[in-house]
């Protein structure tokens, strides 16, 4: 009993404060729109609140108030909370592999019927179609996108005598192998080829993607019959099994657990490769250090998997709604793109953003760009359906388990088996 009463004292402080991010109108003229973000890190914030201060400037029956509310695996409690409190944003910006719970819960708005008269449906980039359609419905925008690929130090592949950067698995391990050096006479390695994601989380499984995509794996059902998404499939097991031999060789180090992202062994010439993002140029460009970037290497196909966030149109009122539409439209507009783009480094999700000579420009002064974006041609989106989170749990347990000693097939199948069993019960 006591339980349930301190459970409803904080739900209802909860809803309060969601209450009181709400912002009520001026003037019964205006429209004060709340948008629930995540975006980092800060100077990327400082350029959204650019833009949307542009917006607001040109529309001042509508003010969009950008709030940050924490990365996106620390938003869905707020989010639920907010739902179920009938106390929603009238934007959110999340990944778009939230859109299937999002939509089961009825709280956001398909946007199909406005999409499909506006001449911005056109200018999207195609390949970003697969993150807003679930069910014959388009469920969110991008804002941003980008991919991952491979980071080198073009001074480490000379000074190990690699000439040309790895294309296929085979290559890419023998290059691993040769820029693992022990530089200082010790004994010890202590440059190493690449830097491998510890963890189960989505950053983990999102760096692992491109690679289980590359050697013909998939998600999808085993058979037609089955609603739950394949983890153990012959795919996975060689991308497990690649991660597998650069530990077993010696070639490949882990980060610190959860932290793949970090950048600080890439830097200090610790490690040769890195699988990363556009995101961290400007950290790059920061540094006094050569850098360059390959494409996923290939097995079977060539492969990338897209990145970025999207928005999601909450259900809130037909005013509030209509309102928050003119401001979807700015965001993937050509305007905002290129201007995102530049500020950011994330690419366009803008056709004639990325065809601009404003872009071109900025492109050719930043020449890596070219591998994010031909990449965008054969990049795949992760499911957007509403079991993605233990789809990505799983996937991520079995990561871990096999980059901490566990037979790859081992883990696979209990992965499976693990989610195989929370969908059941989830239905």
Known sequence: MQFKLIFCLLLTL????LSGCQNTSKNSDTIELTLWHGINPPPNRDVFQTLTDKFNKTHPHIQVKPIYIGQPDQQMPKILTAIVGNAPPDLLWNVPTIGGKLAELNAIQPLEEWLDKSPRKAEIYPALFESMELDGHIWSVPLATNNAAIFYRPSLFKAAGITEVPQNWAQLKQAARSLTRDTNGDGRPDQHGIVLSLGKGEWTVFTWLPLMFSAGGDFKAETTKSS???IDSPGSLAALELWQDLLTEGSAILSAPERGYELDNFIAGKVAMQITGPWTLAQLQQSPIDYAVMPIPILKRRAAVVGGENLFLMKTSPER??????????????????????????LPINLKSRQSQTYQNFVEKTPVLKVFLEQMNWARSRPIISGYSRLSENAGRAIEATLLGRNPQDALKEAQDRLTLTLDIAK
């Open 228 to 230: 739950v998404p394949q």
């Open 321 to 346: 709604e209509k309102a928050a539409l003119e401001f979807l439209e700015y965001v993937v507009g050509e305007e905002f793109q290129t201007a995102w783009a530049l500020g950011t480094g994330y």
């Open 14 to 17: 909860n809803l309060l404060i």
